[in-house]
């Protein structure tokens, strides 16, 4: 299907586990973007890429590491979890069209829980 | 750091009233979008305002991009059950990086 997956869409896991969040897009969009979204602290970038082996940590880096060996896939992987990586985590990607545009595109998100 | 603050956090109206949200700002942006979100879906694009002063409508929705581009406004007119939602504005800074709000819930009751 065409568009921007997520998987899986709940998770549940245990402090100090390695997790991975998949994050697939079908239209070889540049630009991919990992969010987490908590109550009362909106949107928080978490890392980005520009392009296939480039990327960039947002406002909210630490315990993720991101790689994109292909344009289409960001997977997104939490080494040691931890409770207050508990969160709701968006995928998005955009494609800069013009100049002072960058719509993003988001994938139906992953509920994740860290016990 | 720029910071987007949107007012009210949380607002439920009747079906027919007409509502503004707003999204303030001390820094200026290269533009400004909304979107809205929907339980269990991520956020879809509502708009994007690029100049100061500028007003975009969307049927009932009415955006206004402030003449600074350090604010903007959200108004409904006869507010409909579907417009229920988590209203988000995000702004674009000097490196198209967007700084997001932390959202307005927003209830319409039938």
């Known amino acids: 299907d065409a568009g921007i997956t997520q998987s899986p869409r709940y998770k549940i896991t245990e402090t100090g586990r390695q997790v991975t969040l998949m994050c697939h897009q079908t239209w070889s969009h540049s630009y991919m973007f990992w969010y987490r979204q908590d109550l009362g602290h909106g949107l928080r970038l978490i890392y980005y890429?520009?392009?296939?082996?480039?990327?960039d940590k947002g406002e909210v880096p630490d315990g993720y590491v991101v790689s994109r060996s292909k344009t289409e896939n960001f997977p997104l992987t939490l080494e040691s979890a931890t409770r207050s990586q508990t969160s709701v985590y968006f995928c998005?990607?955009?494609?800069?069209?013009?100049?002072?545009?960058?719509?993003?595109?988001f994938g139906p998100g992953t509920r994740l829980t860290v016990l | 750091t720029q910071l987007l603050e949107q007012s009210p956090q949380f607002l439920s109206i009747q079906e027919g009233e007409n509502l503004t949200v707003y999204c303030n700002s001390s820094?200026?942006?290269?533009?400004l979008q909304w979107y809205r979100q929907e339980p269990g879906e991520g956020p879809v694009l509502l708009v994007t305002v690029v100049t100061g002063g500028e007003v975009k409508k969307l049927k009932r929705l009415t955006f206004q991009f402030g003449d600074a581009r350090k604010d903007s406004s959200l108004h409904i007119t006869a507010a409909q059950p579907g417009d229920t939602g988590l209203y988000l504005c995000?702004?674009?800074?000097?490196?198209?990086?967007?700084?997001w709000g932390a959202g307005t819930k927003l209830i319409i009751k039938p």
């Open positions: 995000a702004g674009a800074d000097s490196n198209y990086q967007l700084i």
């Open positions: 998005a990607s955009s494609t800069r069209d013009a100049v002072n545009t960058d719509t993003q595109y």
């Open positions: 890429s520009a392009a296939a082996d480039i990327t």
């Open positions: 820094s200026v942006f290269s533009s």
